[in-house]
Every structure is written in C-alpha cells, then in structure tokens.
C-alpha cells in the first residue's frame, strides 16, 4: 500500500485547498499536519523543508515539495489529470490560469481590512459574471463531452469546480444565467470522489474564520 501523502498547511482553505482537492479526485490519501505556533514554521525552516520559506509543502512519493503550482502539476500529470497531449495541457493551463485570479481575489479577502471588504466582494461577482464564467461557460458548450478540455476529466474541472462552489457560497444564484456550468456542476458532483469530499466530516476546508485568520498571521507574522 502506498504512503499516504503529508500536508503542511493551516487549517483552512489558503492555497492547500486546491491541492486537497486534486488529491482527492486522483484518489491519494493524505494526513495533514496544521501549522498552529510559529515554532512549528521555524522548525521546517530549520529543516530546509521549505525551498523558499513558504508554505504549502506538500510529502509524497519521497518528494518535499513546495510551490503550489509545481505540486497541482505534478499531481496531475501522474495521475492522468492534465490531458493527453500538449495541445490540451497548454488549454487546461490557460483554464487554470484564469480561475487562479478569482481564487486569489476570494483568498484574500478574510485578511482585508474591514473597509475593504464591500468593494472586494462586489469585485469577485463582476469578474466572476463578466469575465471568467462567461469564458468556462463558452468552453463546455464546445466541449459536447462534458470536461472543459478534451474527453476526460483534469485539473482544470476540477479546479473551476472548487471556484465555483466558493463564490456560490457568496452570491448563491451566481449561475442563474449560466446553464452549461450548471450541467458541469452538476456532473462533478456526481463524481464519487467529490460526492465523499463534499460531506460533513471530510477534510474539505469550511470557509476562513477570525480564528484562522489570527493562526496564520501570528505564524508567518504579517
């Protein structure tokens, strides 16, 4: 049986929920380690786990490795998640690409200060309604096979799934004009998969509250 992978992140979304995300489509297991003192970062420091004192840091297949790209990439190249040839792998590329600045706008938003929030929020629902689902939305309607790229499922389902869900728990009729994300959502929920992930008790992360946001400034110290 194979190692599980180990995680080291807090616990909360940030930049390892993706991650957990295309682990759990490729079916690898993993236990995660949350980073709650700061002693525990200075400790991976010291151990030289952290290439460029960052976190994620991801332990799998004898690999520490680092970077959430170069994990999300690695991930789905084994596990048969990023196409079949370099002509889809360049398109799911660009797919992920725009969905991660989205993502990083919903990422950001717990630590904006109070007076910030307002226009932050109204910023995600434009650029989600006029800039990026109209894109994903135009994909699937050319697509006929039902994945964003191609006949098969890869990260960029997966990852357009995840962003989907998260500014729906913001603006929960977001979809109302977008039929074909509607369908796409709908089938990825029936991925077995991502039918257990989306469970209570699963190690999908709830949205960030005040106690995550104080966890992770007192542990990276900004």
């Known amino acids: 049986m194979a190692e599980k992978a180990k995680l080291y992140y807090f616990d909360g ?14 079916g690898v297991e993993f236990e995660e380690v949350f980073l ?23 332990e799998i297949d004898g690999m520490k490795l680092i970077q959430t790209r170069a994990i999300l990439n690695y991930i789905a190249a084994k596990y048969n998640l990023y196409g079949k040839d370099l ?3 360049v398109m799911i590329d660009m797919y992920v690409e725009g969905i ?5 706008l919903i990422a950001k938003h717990p ?12 910023l995600i629902q434009t650029k989600a309604v006029d800039r990026y689902f109209p894109v994903y939305e135009k994909a699937l309607d ?10 098969q499922l890869s990260k960029a389902d997966v990852q ?6 998260m500014v729906e728990e913001k603006f929960p009729s977001i979809l109302s004009n977008f039929p074909q994300l509607q369908a796409f959502q709908t ?7 991502i039918q257990k992930f989306l469970q209570p008790g699963s190690q999908r992360k709830p949205q960030p509250d005040d106690n995550y946001v104080k966890t992770v400034r007192e542990v990276l110290r900004f």
């Open 13 to 26: 979304r940030g930049l390892m929920e993706s991650i957990r995300w295309l682990l759990t489509v490729a």
């Open 36 to 58: 709650k003192t700061r002693e525990q970062y200075e400790q991976l420091l010291k151990d030289g786990a952290l290439m460029f004192q960052q976190v994620p840091l991801v």
């Open 87 to 89: 002509k889809e792998r």
């Open 100 to 104: 991660r600045d989205l993502m990083e």
């Open 111 to 122: 630590f904006l200060p109070p007076e910030e929030k307002d226009s932050n929020t109204k």
């Open 142 to 151: 050319q697509s006929g096979g039902g994945y964003l790229v191609g006949s």
């Open 160 to 165: 357009v799934f995840e962003v989907v869900l």
């Open 187 to 193: 089938r990825m929920r029936s991925v077995p998969a």
